[in-house]
C-alpha cells in the first residue's frame, strides 16, 4: 500500500506563489499514475494535474494551465505542484492521489475513479 502525505498549503496574496509536495511512501512499484486536486466546500473534487510514474508525461486542467506545474522528484520521492499567479478562485483544499490502474491515454487520470489512495490533504487561502 502507498502512503501520502501533501504539505506546502497555506496563505497567499493573488499573484503569489506556492509549491505543494506530496511524499510518497510504500509500495510504490504499483503506481501508474500520481494526481492532484482541490476541492471547496459544496463541491466536487476538481481535477488539477497529473503525472505519469515512469515516463512523467504531465497534464494539467485548462484552468491551471501556464500556472501551475506538476513534477516529480526521485531523489525526495515526491510529487510536487508548483502554483504560480495564484488568484482567489484557486483557494481549495488541495490532495494528491495514486493510482495503480493502467490506462494507455490522459483523460482517465482527470477523474477522481482512477486513483486508489488519497492523502488528507492541505488548504490553500489566496487572498485578493
Known amino acids: 500500500q502507498v502512503q501520502l502525505v501533501e504539505s506546502g498549503g497555506g496563505l497567499v496574496q493573488a499573484g503569489g506563489s506556492l509549491r505543494l509536495s506530496c511524499a510518497v511512501s510504500g509500495r510504490t512499484f504499483g503506481v501508474y499514475t500520481m494526481g492532484w486536486f482541490r476541492q471547496t466546500p459544496g463541491k466536487e473534487r476538481e481535477f488539477v494535474a497529473a503525472?505519469?510514474?515512469?515516463?512523467?508525461?504531465?497534464y494539467h486542467a485548462d484552468s491551471v494551465k501556464g500556472r501551475f506545474t506538476i513534477s516529480r522528484d526521485n531523489v525526495k520521492n515526491t510529487v510536487d505542484l508548483q502554483m504560480n499567479s495564484l488568484k482567489p478562485e484557486d483557494t481549495a483544499v488541495y490532495s494528491c492521489?495514486?493510482?495503480?490502474?493502467?490506462?494507455?491515454?490522459?483523460?482517465?487520470?482527470?477523474?477522481?475513479?482512477?486513483?486508489?489512495?488519497w492523502g488528507q490533504g492541505t488548504q490553500v487561502t489566496v487572498s485578493a
Open positions: 492521489a495514486a493510482s495503480s490502474r493502467y490506462s494507455s491515454g490522459s483523460s482517465y487520470y482527470f477523474g477522481t475513479d482512477a486513483y486508489d489512495v
Open positions: 503525472i505519469k510514474w515512469s515516463s512523467r508525461s504531465t
